[in-house]
């Protein structure tokens, strides 16, 4: 299996564009989670699903972001319209119930 | 909200030397989780510890558990410049992970 693949890997964008962030989860595995890595806020959790439902949206910071789960093998993550402080590292990852993750190699964002 | 709090935030350790990081966490677990991430890449699991054991081993790796003080600790022994990235714990209650802020290490060869 090639692993968690998330596209683009980088993505430079203006403020106030819609941008949309693409992940191709691991055959077989239930979970799927969107995490946000910063500087100053280290690795957060954005939203999860199990089995394309999702369970825990709370760590979606504003109504500007949304997450959609079609098919067991794919997710997006929408943010619109953008701001410059949405510029970060947004990882993908999924797993079984077990709780390892395995993590894709992230879309580093920046917005100007 | 980080549920795993990483000490120290860094350490610069020479190669051959141990490196010990630790974690502490906030509510119950199921289990704790400990991952690697070298610069611009994603984070890589490296080992897992359910809530009802107490110490774990792999390869060079030693982790302890203590949920009546809710904190864990990664050992890396034998360190070598390889070993050079950050380090998190990250607790799953029920599935949802969350990590901690992470520790950095060096390795100075």
């Known amino acids: 299996d090639a692993g968690v693949i998330q596209s683009p890997r980088h ?39 199990n089995n394309n439902v ?17 098919n067991a093998s794919f997710s997006t993550l929408k943010i619109q319209p953008s701001e410059p402080r949405d510029s970060a590292v947004y990882f993908c990852a999924s797993s079984f119930a ?5 993590f894709g190699q992230g879309t580093r964002l920046t917005v100007v | 909200s980080q549920q795993g709090e990483e000490d120290p ?9 141990n490196a010990t990081m630790n974690c502490s966490y906030k509510t119950s677990i ?10 611009g890449r994603g984070l890589v699991h490296l080992i897992l510890i359910r809530s009802n054991e107490r110490e774990k081993h ?13 904190s864990s600790s990664l050992l890396i022994t034998a360190s070598r410049a ?5 380090y998190f714990c990250a607790t799953d209650a029920g599935n949802k992970l969350t990590f901690g802020g992470g520790t950095r290490v060096l390795v100075k060869p």
């Open chain 1, 11 to 49: 993505e430079v964008t203006e403020m106030g564009q819609e941008v949309t962030l693409r992940c191709k989860p691991i055959s077989g595995h239930d979970y799927l989670f969107w995490y946000r890595q910063t500087m100053m806020r280290g690795l957060e959790l954005l939203i999860y699903f």
């Open chain 1, 54 to 70: 999702p369970i825990d949206d709370s760590g979606m910071p504003e109504d500007r972001f949304s997450a959609k789960m079609p």
């Open chain 1, 98 to 102: 077990t709780g390892v993750a395995f």
């Open chain 2, 9 to 17: 935030q860094a350490l610069s350790i020479q190669e051959g030397e």
């Open chain 2, 30 to 39: 199921n289990n704790l989780q400990w991952y690697r991430q070298n610069s």
């Open chain 2, 58 to 70: 792999s390869g060079r790796l030693r982790v302890t558990l203590d949920t009546s003080k809710k």
């Open chain 2, 82 to 86: 390889a070993d050079t990235a950050s």
